[in-house]
């Protein structure tokens, strides 16, 4: 994995190469090609692509699946600004990166120092968490990834000899070599476009125009080999065979493999304890608590309860769901809180379960996700002798 920052000298191409004693593109180019994750960086207080950086995503081309966006330092912005940063930035790079998805960028502060604009507190650690996940599942899919490295590989291969084998077929016999190769490295784009209309090829599939030339400048046509029907067949075979039965294997083995997970860092002490994300919140909510969070609100919920006519302590799902969807959560969702909330499993729910489902409500109302199971510290008491 590397990264890349927004702010840059401004400088790139020859006067660039003259600064640093080498081909910077060159360099990310070969990084690219060997990293599972490339992470841009941007400060939300001073948003700007420069003529550098936008070469330097330029140069990442056919890598744009393994790129992540960080909008860092997003609290030292208000909201309504943060928004149209946030708007201005993937329209920047709506420009540079020429993908049909959306780019992945996350949004926080990516730093140790206290937020100087709190307001988003939330939003920053969910995006945090989102990271550091994303991070946390590059082990895991190394194999797959190496598996696409591979198939990219191919399909090159199989252009390199398209282009390769039309370069061949135009050059003379005898005379006139040398203008020849001049002329057909000039019009290499039109070439392009031959090779993709009748192959079908896409033109993320073919190599960089320019370097293209000026590589095809220092070579030799004359000494090309002309296109082998067999070996393109072969490539085409394994593209449509092979991998398909490897990447069957591959995910097997992963199955049966020990969950790999990214350690040390800030990975330390972020996903336990008190200090984890969403601890203590949402269905989270007393926790540590002696006595059940729930019962704080209970007789605004007993109120209503009551005025459903429970028979024998307890109301019909029927009823339920009367009071149930006035909070306009879809159904969907209330089917899971009912679920959560008829702990005894009898499709009837008695006073504590009806409190529950209503705190559940609750819950998701302020923004939070429901809990698959049922939290220990959420069981009402009368029903904790069963559990």
Known sequence: MFSFSGESNGTFGSEERGLRGYDFAAVLEWFAERVDRIILLFDAHKLDISDE????????KNHEDKIRVVLNKADQIETQQLMRVYGALMW????????????RVYIGSFWSHPLLIPDNRKLFEAEEQDLFKDIQSLPRNAALRKLNDLIKRARLAKVHAYIISALKKEMPNVFGKESKKKELVNNLGEIYLKIEREHQI??????????????????DFSKFQPLKQKLLDAVDDMLANDIARLMVMVRQEESQMPTQVVKGGAFEGTMNGPFGHGYGEGAGEGIDDVEWVVGKDKPTYDEIFYTLSPVNGKITGASAKKEMVKSKLPNTVLGKIWKLADVDRDGLLDDEEFALANHLIKVKLEGHELPAELPTHLVPPSKRRHE
């Open 202 to 219: 896409s033109p993320g599939d073919f190599p960089n125009l320019r370097k293209m030339q000026e590589q095809l400048l220092t070579q």
């Open 92 to 103: 920047s790079l709506g420009k540079i990166i020429n993908t049909p998805e959306v780019v």
């Open 53 to 60: 950086f936008s070469e330097v995503i330029k140069a990442l």
